[in-house]
């Protein structure tokens, strides 16, 4: 049975750093796109940040762009998201995601196969 684990999410505040970690089990994704997707109170769902099969490539929405970062280790099947120069703009639930069908980082969720229980980040100002 496939798992994705977050954790590290936490309150911190405005300016902080935060690393979040999605850890696969159940099977490999180290070939799959995995991302990251976050949702606010009141809103919508919305893509993070994605990796490409072995980090490939990687991807980010506008807003998070020069200051996180997507990463992967494919011996361990984890992907991390470095949170840096966090705002409150960004307290959401972050969700873990890994694609069975594509390769390549990918900014759709009908792509991802396989969510995580999300991991709640709070930024205060």
């Known amino acids: 049975q496939v798992h994705l684990e977050e954790s590290g999410g936490g309150l911190v505040q405005a300016g902080g750093s935060l690393r979040l970690s999605c850890a696969a089990s159940g099977r490999t994704f180290s070939n799959n796109a995995m991302g990251w997707f976050r949702q606010a109170p009141g809103k919508e769902r919305e893509f993070v940040a994605a990796?490409?099969?072995?980090?490939?490539?990687?991807y980010y929405v506008d807003s998070v762009k020069g200051r996180f970062t997507i990463s992967r280790d494919s011996a361990t099947d984890t992907v991390y998201l470095q949170m840096n120069s966090l705002k409150p703009e960004d307290t959401a639930v972050y969700y873990c995601?890994?694609?069975?069908?594509?390769?390549?980082?990918?900014?759709?969720?009908?792509?991802?196969?396989?969510w995580g229980q999300g991991t709640q980040v709070t930024v205060s100002s």
């Open positions: 995601a890994a694609s069975l069908k594509y390769n390549f980082a990918a900014r759709y969720e009908y792509l991802y196969d396989y």
């Open positions: 990796c490409g099969w072995r980090g490939s490539n990687t």
